[in-house]
């Protein structure tokens, strides 16, 4: 969803949305029962998705390779570290096509955030997505907050406020 403004090379060199601390476990990607089969049967594994409120997460694993002290000790299942992500287009999650947005709920409302841990962002980046935003990704979003709520994760300091949707999605249900 973010190609036009952030290159597969960008991603490539950090990779830092497929791997986790255990601080930040609780970000793993949320999938529909209907992804949740599709990933089971692409990576051939039943356990690669856990049951989470009324969807499904991936599963995070430790990593394959001997890491540097302080480095994320976990990564997501369909990680393939040496080769990037295994999921096609269709059955990666929403989460996942987003990174480095985020859906979060403060008090009772739910904001468009953006990871300060991503290096790509830098005022000029969030200009790009604010743009993004306000061109149809903003509405994409919204659409699927409605239609799985589950993707909505607990608000954090560590990221940037973009845009309240609380009203948005109101007006949609």
């Not at 089969?37 to 356990?47: A, F, G, P, S, V």
């Not at 200009?127 to 990704?137: A, F, W």
Request: aromatic letters at 6%; one cysteine or more; charged letters at 35%.
């Amino acid at each position: 969803m973010l190609k036009k403004i952030l290159s597969l090379e960008q991603c490539a060199s950090c990779r830092n949305c497929c791997v986790f601390q255990e601080k930040s476990r609780w970000e793993t990607p949320v999938v529909s029962e209907e992804k949740a089969q599709m990933i089971r049967k692409k990576l051939k594994q039943e356990n690669c998705v856990i049951p989470y409120e009324k969807s499904y997460v991936l599963a995070s694993v430790k990593r394959d390779k001997v890491l540097p002290k302080g480095a994320e000790p976990y990564r997501c299942v369909a990680l393939d570290e040496e080769k990037g992500c295994t999921l096609t287009k269709d059955e990666k999650p929403f989460d996942c096509s987003l990174w480095p947005i985020r859906v979060m709920k403060k008090e009772n409302h739910i904001f468009i955030m953006l990871a300060r841990g991503c290096h790509t962002v830098d005022d000029t980046f969030i200009e790009k997505v604010n743009k993004l935003l306000l061109e149809g990704l903003k509405e994409q979003i919204v659409k699927e907050v409605i239609n799985n709520p589950d993707i909505i994760k607990p608000y954090s300091d560590d990221y940037i406020e973009l845009c309240d949707i609380t009203d948005d999605i109101s007006n949609l249900q």
